[in-house]
């Protein structure tokens, strides 16, 4: 049964490309974007049985929104991927993908129109699922290694303003001096508890650089970087604050 719950939605393009969520619990909103040069290409492939991929909306540059798979199935579109422990992230959230170019494609700007689309469907999803703020998540933050997806360059700050996902203002780059081996440590530990899926080996052959960059892309994007310095450690520490009191 085809279930087109909001009056936002433009039309249905159904895709074959879900399965019975596993658990029934559903507090993840997972942010993409499409990463191909045309919208009408991405959506071939997120509809395409043997690509074995989806998502549950689509958002196009002019702001229009399709719906691909009912919210209640399990999409599949986070890959690979964990967060706070989970790794069926398909099975806990609902994903919506952002036709944009990515940073293959220069990086382009979102369309405020887009963005606006985005933020109004982000709301209308949250009224319905007990997602918390904080779980507002981009690609990148579950699947580090793997993704870069929405990009330094999507207006967070914007949608915290509008009441979507946690934020703390200041993107500038700050204090950028590395922090030494006890500071950074605790920044891992408190990365890992914030719910990044960190494995500190104490190396270079560990996936710690692409964690830390997946939170400055979202938190700190003035600058992306890889490395845990005072600022970076420093938003996180505001971050974990906030989402106390939130």
């Known amino acids: 049964m085809i279930d087109t719950v909001s009056p936002l939605i433009r039309e249905f393009v159904a895709s074959p490309n879900h399965d019975e969520r596993v658990g029934g619990i559903v507090d993840i909103l997972l942010l993409h974007y499409t990463g191909m040069p045309t919208a009408d290409g991405a959506l071939m492939r997120l509809c ?46 609902i994903g919506i993908e952002i036709v944009n170019a990515g940073h293959d494609g220069g990086c382009p700007d979102y369309p405020d129109v887009q963005i606006e689309s985005v933020i109004a469907l982000c709301r209308d999803i949250m009224s319905r699922w007990p997602i918390p703020q904080h779980q507002v998540l981009a690609h990148s933050d579950v699947a580090p290694t793997r993704k870069q997806d929405p990009g330094e360059y999507f207006p967070w700050d914007r949608l915290h303003q509008n009441g979507v ?47 830390i960059a997946a939170f400055q892309r979202h938190f ?24 106390a009191i939130a």
């Open 48 to 93: 395409a049985p043997d690509a074995k991929v989806s998502s549950h909306y689509l958002v196009r540059e002019n702001g229009e929104i399709i719906q691909l798979v009912s919210e209640d199935r399990r999409a599949w579109h986070a890959g690979l991927s964990s967060w706070k422990g989970v790794t069926d992230i398909n099975s806990r959230s």
């Open 220 to 243: 700190r994007p003035g600058l992306v970087s890889g490395i845990a310095d005072v600022a970076t450690i420093a938003r996180l520490d505001q971050l974990m604050r906030a989402q």
């Open 165 to 211: 996902g946690l934020w703390v203002d200041d993107t500038s780059p700050g204090d950028i001096t590395p922090a030494g081996p006890q500071e950074r440590a605790r920044f891992l530990q408190a990365l890992e508890a914030y719910g990044y899926g960190v494995v500190a080996s104490g190396g270079e052959d560990d996936n710690t650089e692409a964690v």
